[in-house]
């Protein structure tokens, strides 16, 4: 199947920085692309939609300034924590839809980001 | 609106008992439902879609529109089986809606 990417795979800093996570569609293009948070036993809570060449869409009671979204290529969308707090401490995963025309179009998960702030 | 109900955050079953994960889903149109596996440690992956009618790894999950529902089932758990399982329902060019996930433990 196809492959998504994630860079870093982990990464801790200090509060108040910000920190960027990538978002890679390997072998395949990828128009829409989306940011999931999850955090420690708990379910993928879907974050904003990132569409290519457009601004992201964002779910209710994310913050667009402190979760900027960029999806500058069909292969590739960033995510920056921006002035990143403790609580924003998480996993992050990204995912894109492998299109196969009408119908059936499956959702590839990257491997995740652990994001630590101290 | 469309909604994932998986009423059981922990399955505890034992080696070669049979499975059954629950999933029942909301939606008024024509629903493309699937079940994802997070096995410890590894990314998100797709187990099973109720339009190919697969089994995979033993599992099988059948579409039963009059109860909304599209449960996970497999006849003999395996300790390999232990892992968190999402239900997904697919309702377009929209994301996939989760459940909250059922972690599967199998006891040797």
């Known amino acids: 199947g196809a492959v998504v990417s994630q860079h870093p795979s982990w990464v801790i800093c200090k509060s108040g920085t910000s920190v960027k996570i990538e978002c890679r569609s390997l072998d395949f293009q990828a128009t829409t692309m989306f940011w999931y948070r999850q955090f420690p036993k708990q379910s993928l809570m879907l974050m904003a939609t990132s569409n290519e060449g457009s601004k992201a869409t964002y779910e209710q009671g994310v913050e667009k300034d402190k979760f900027l979204i960029n999806h500058a290529s069909l292969t590739l969308s960033t995510l920056t924590v921006t002035s990143a707090h403790p609580e924003d401490s998480s996993f992050y995963i990204c995912?894109?839809?492998?299109?196969?025309?009408?119908?059936?179009?499956?959702?590839?998960f990257g491997p995740g980001t652990r994001l630590t702030v101290l | 609106a469309q909604r994932v109900t998986q009423p059981e955050k922990l399955l505890s079953v034992f080696k070669g008992a049979p499975v059954e994960l629950k999933c029942n889903y909301s939606?008024?149109?024509?629903?493309?439902l699937f079940w994802y596996v997070q096995y410890s440690r590894q990314r998100l992956q797709l187990l099973l879609r109720?339009?190919s009618r697969e089994s995979i790894k033993g599992f099988t999950a059948d579409l039963n529109k009059g109860e909304t529902s599209f449960h996970l089932k497999k006849p003999f758990a395996q300790e390999e089986d232990s892992a968190m399982y999402y239900c997904?329902?697919?309702?377009?060019?929209?994301?996939?809606?989760f459940g909250k996930g059922t972690r599967l433990s199998v006891i040797a």
């Open positions: 109720h339009i």
């Open positions: 939606y008024s149109g024509s629903p493309e």
């Open positions: 995912s894109a839809r492998d299109y196969e025309g009408a119908g059936y179009n499956e959702q590839f």
């Open positions: 997904a329902l697919d309702s377009g060019n929209t994301p996939l809606v």
